[in-house]
T-cell receptor, first 114, second 116 residues
Framework: KAGVTQTPRYLIKTRGQQVTLSCSPI?????VSWYQQTPGQGLQFLFEYFSETQRNKGNFPGRFSGRQFSNSRSEMNVSTLELGDSALYLC?????????????FGPGTRLTVL | AQKVTQAQTEISVVEKEDVTLDCVYETRDTTYYLFWYKQPPSGELVFLIRRNSFDEQNEISGRYSWNFQKSTSSFNFTITASQVVDSAVYFC?????????????FGPGTSLSVIP
């Protein structure tokens, strides 16, 4: 059974640019959550999608957005990148949601903003 | 507001010692879920356990055990007879109810080093 895949694995951007990260969940999983991990702030919840609907959102500015497609694949977008957006972005999938079902994490996308 | 505190930033133990990782949480919800995740040096987070607020029964799974106490808002994790492969960062996490449903809040993590 294939795990959660994230593309790209590494990304270097400059301030002001925008970036799109992709996450393919485990087959049959309808919930996808995104997290940002930094040394200073730790693991922070960005948003969670279930069947193409955003069910919850963390405390991030509107520059951070996401969406989920009918095949459960998800993308997150960060516009007008800032140096502080440099982080490991993790995606996790579960069948019905992280509360009640095991959440499986992908390897992450390492974003560096110069 | 929901919050997870892991007071221990780093712990070092010698192989075969027992080690307990502390977790204290805050929530006003009556229904909530608690989790432990492990992040080994390879970086990929791994789910270890989930407990709901109505299930205070403590659990043992191999060398791992968990102690959930609602009275002290604690959800501690113990590794018995630690091994080098247990070296990782361990995160305690919380998911509440209401508008926080399916929003998982992580603690800052405890870095465990098991020395051979």
């Amino acid at each position: 059974k294939a795990g959660v895949t994230q593309t790209p694995r590494y990304l270097i951007k400059t301030r002001g640019q925008q970036v799109t990260l992709s996450c393919s969940p485990i087959s049959g999983h309808r919930s996808v959550s995104w997290y940002q991990q930094t040394p200073g702030q730790g693991l922070q919840f960005l948003f969670e999608y279930f069947s193409e609907t955003q069910r919850n959102k963390g405390n991030f500015p509107g520059r951070f957005s996401g969406r989920q497609f009918s095949n459960s694949r998800s993308e997150m977008n960060v516009s007008t990148l800032e140096l502080g957006d440099s982080a490991l972005y993790l995606c996790a999938s579960s069948r019905g949601g992280p509360r009640t079902d095991t959440q499986y994490f992908g390897p992450g996308t390492r974003l560096t903003v110069l | 507001a929901q919050k997870v505190t892991q007071a221990q930033t780093e712990i070092s133990v010698v192989e075969k010692e027992d080690v307990t990782l502390d977790c204290v949480y805050e929530t006003r919800d009556t229904t909530y879920y608690l989790f432990w995740y492990k992040q080994p040096p390879s970086g990929e987070l791994v789910f270890l356990i989930r407990r709901n607020s109505f299930d205070e029964q403590n659990e043992i799974s191999g060398r791992y055990s968990w102690n959930f106490q609602k009275s002290t808002s604690s959800f501690n994790f113990t590794i018995t007879a630690s091994q080098v492969v247990d070296s990782a960062v361990y995160f305690c996490a919380l998911s509440g109810g209401g508008s926080s449903y399916d929003k998982v809040i992580f603690g800052p993590g405890t870095s465990l080093s098991v020395i051979p």
